[in-house]
């Protein structure tokens, strides 16, 4: 007598968003591989993962909640010295109140030379020279030239 596997029930098959986050997840493991880490005490955080960096050719350990944090600070920093060095509110309607609302279009796609989400590890000069091509928009109205629906 030939036994054939039974075939696996709904509920235990993997869903594609469950096989989905197990390939970001190893994606994720993978690239942290690249980097050590290891478990030490932070001021700030406490017991937490550090990353090893290189910093003028020696090694130094951080935790990495704080360079996370750090970074999310310089970003925020760029966008806001950004913003108010082209006025601090969109040139078409006026809106000034949330900063994430706020973004760049660029004028002529073929002068684009990155796109302006300030995730970049670039100096403040070259940010500007970026932004100089670029009008300052709320969400709104960048959405609307960018399906031609201007007014």
């Given amino acids: 007598m030939i036994v054939r596997p039974q075939p696996k029930r709904r509920s235990e098959k993997k869903s594609r968003s469950s ?9 994720y493991d993978n690239r942290m ?3 050590p880490s290891k478990t030490m005490e932070c001021r700030k955080h ?16 951080r935790c990495r909640k704080c360079e996370y ?6 970003r925020r920093k760029l966008k806001e010295m950004l913003v108010e060095h082209f006025g601090g509110k969109c040139i078409r309607c006026g809106y000034n109140t949330c900063l994430r609302a706020l973004s760049f279009h660029h004028r002529t796609r073929s002068e684009k030379s990155f796109s302006m989400d300030v995730g970049h590890r670039v100096k ?5 020279k970026e932004a100089e ?18 007014l």
């Fill in 19 to 27: 096989a989905i986050d197990d390939m970001r997840l190893s994606a």
């Fill in 33 to 35: 591989k690249r980097r």
């Fill in 46 to 61: 406490g017991l937490t993962a550090h990353g090893q960096r290189n910093d003028r050719g020696r090694v130094r350990w």
């Fill in 69 to 74: 944090e750090a970074v999310k600070r310089r």
């Fill in 124 to 128: 403040w000069e070259t940010l500007l």
């Fill in 133 to 150: 091509k670029c009008d300052l928009l709320c969400a709104n109205c960048h959405m609307e030239l960018e399906e031609d629906l201007a």
